[in-house]
């Protein structure tokens, strides 16, 4: 979700970590499944959705479970065969799940990020790939007692990929029918074309990366996306805005520019490391809030590990105004 220039205004994610333990891969193909016309879902969602990604960096003690209704762990790597990496820090995600329940917070395992579109395409392609893939993930979703599965292909194409995206989805709402399936979208374009509208029922929810490119998280970018999405028939209560909390082009935590000077708060400019960086600072957080409350069904960012701690932070701004508007 975060690095590399994306003339598509789609994200990147940097390296995660993935399963905890190698998981079979030889099974049979599913049965046919014919498309649900109502998502299903094991339990009734909040009215705005503040969804956080996290990564194995995040000290899971800091984290502010009562601004959050979401958490999606990222990432669990992919490979061709339909099995996944080994997860590192096991321990943190079990962590992050029990506190997070104990708060009536929902965590899904994000699969992917950036740089597993080959993994992705190879193993889709294939039903007896497909199906292992289905079945593993179902499988560390149980042993984590996770909510859910955010599927983070970047990307599937337009034509045969997008056939393959959605075949993989109807697999995964079939053998997960009471868990939360998601998946994270690009701002628009032809990248865009790749997640066809009938996968649309398939999912409780879509986490639209309105940031990276050339516009890198600008109000232009938010509410180009938030259009693209809405005018292709996704439901606006299906749709999570995203939000950085991080810079273009060094990618600098927003901590740290706060850190540095604590007025760049209350900007969306600064100079770091001798060039000049783009970012989303308080007033542009709420901005966007306000807009997803009115238009949207939630916001959501990457990754609370840059975001800053006490009256600074990113989250609390996003916290202050959803708690605004729905007094």
């Not at 809030?289 to 701004?317: C, N, P, Q, V």
């Amino acid at each position: 979700m975060a690095a590399g220039w994306l003339a598509a205004c789609g994200s990147e994610a940097p390296g995660g970590q993935a399963g905890e333990q190698q998981l079979a891969t030889a099974v049979s193909p599913p049965t046919p499944l014919v498309t649900p016309t109502e998502t299903p879902m094991t339990k009734p969602q909040p009215a705005f959705r503040v969804l956080a990604y996290v990564t194995g960096g995040i000290v899971p003690e800091i984290i502010p479970y009562g601004r959050l209704t979401h958490i999606n762990y990222a990432f669990l790597i992919p490979n061709a065969d339909g099995t996944f990496a080994p997860l590192t820090n096991g321990w943190k995600l079990k962590k992050i799940v029990a506190d997070a329940h104990a708060a009536g917070v929902q965590v899904l395992i994000s699969v992917g990020g950036w740089g597993w579109d080959a993994e992705f395409e190879a193993m889709a392609a294939d039903p007896a790939l497909r199906a292992a893939f289905v079945q593993n993930l179902s499988a560390f979703v149980a042993e984590y007692d996770l909510d859910g599965a955010d599927v983070d292909w970047e990307y599937p194409d337009p034509g045969p990929s997008a056939q393959n995206f959605l075949a993989l989805m109807q697999e995964l709402r079939r053998a997960m029918p009471d868990k939360l399936l998601t998946t994270a979208v690009v701002t628009y374009g032809q990248t865009a074309e790749g997640v066809i509208d009938a996968t649309f029922p398939l999912f409780d929810f879509v986490n639209v990366m309105a940031y990276d490119g050339p516009e890198h998280g600008t109000m232009q970018q938010f509410n180009d996306a938030l259009a693209y999405w809405l005018a292709r028939g996704l439901p606006p209560e299906k749709i999570v805005m995203g939000v950085p909390f991080y810079s273009r082009p060094n990618e600098a935590p927003y901590r740290k520019i706060v850190e540095a000077d604590p007025q760049a708060a209350y900007a969306d400019t600064t100079d770091w490391a001798g060039a000049s960086n783009v970012y989303n600072g308080i007033p542009t957080i709420q901005a966007k809030t306000r807009i997803a409350l009115e238009r949207a069904g939630g916001i959501m960012f990457w990754t609370l590990d840059h975001d800053a701690l006490g009256d600074l932070s990113l989250l609390k701004a996003i916290d202050d105004m959803v708690q605004s508007k729905t007094k």
